[in-house]
């Protein structure tokens, strides 16, 4: 609990320097938001619990500084469910776990035309089995890559990549390699696909 507070002290610490100049254009804000994520990663080494996970995530919602590309997002509903390869073991005995309280910061230090790269943070607590795990969080650092849709001041955010470390659920120390994509963007994807098969065959 201890180490779960100083993390999250620094994320803060982090990131409100970055709203917090004299200024009074509302228009140095952009919005992030998306539908939710369906990601999957893994943490090296493979030969430990956990070594496999695979996360789905609702409403994805977040502020921007447009001048220095730092941000923070928020997500209230993380579905998390990892595995232990080659084996196939699960972890505990539940078949997943639910985070309601999933913060994020970063600084897209490269952000282009909606391609984007830099460093970010990332806390996922208050996980929820038959009851609350107060002692449970995950906490990742490292660096993400992907690709967004921008609408004047709203950011759509479609695809992602990341690397770096993490602390699991179990407590272990691991590199981390994941990967998580916009659902609704899978969605129109599927529609699209079966339009044209449909086309195609009929």
């Known amino acids: ?105 970063y600084w897209n230090i490269l952000d282009l035309s909606g391609f984007f790269i830099g460093p970010f943070a990332s806390v996922n607590y208050f996980f929820l089995d038959e009851d609350f795990m107060m002692d449970k969080f995950i906490f990742t650092a490292g660096f993400h890559i992907g690709w967004k849709i921008n609408f004047k001041n709203v950011n759509y955010n479609i695809i992602m990549g990341e690397l770096g470390y993490r602390n699991g659920l179990d407590g272990s120390n691991r590199y981390h390699v994941g990967v998580k994509i916009d659902i609704l963007s899978l969605f129109l994807i599927y529609l699209a696909t079966s339009a044209v098969s449909h086309w195609w065959w009929y």
């Open 1 to 105: 609990m201890k180490k779960l507070s100083i993390i999250i002290i620094l994320l803060t610490i982090f990131i409100i320097p970055v709203f917090a100049e004299d200024d009074d254009e509302l228009s140095r804000i952009v919005f992030n938001w998306n539908v939710g994520n369906l990601g999957y990663g893994g943490n090296i080494p493979f030969s430990k619990p956990l070594a496999e996970e695979v996360v789905f995530s609702l409403v994805h919602v977040g502020i921007e500084d447009r001048y220095t590309n730092m941000g923070i997002e928020f997500c209230p509903f993380l579905f998390y469910h990892g595995w232990k390869l080659p084996e196939g073991e699960y972890y505990g005995e539940n078949d997943g776990y639910i985070s309601l309280l999933n913060l994020k910061v």
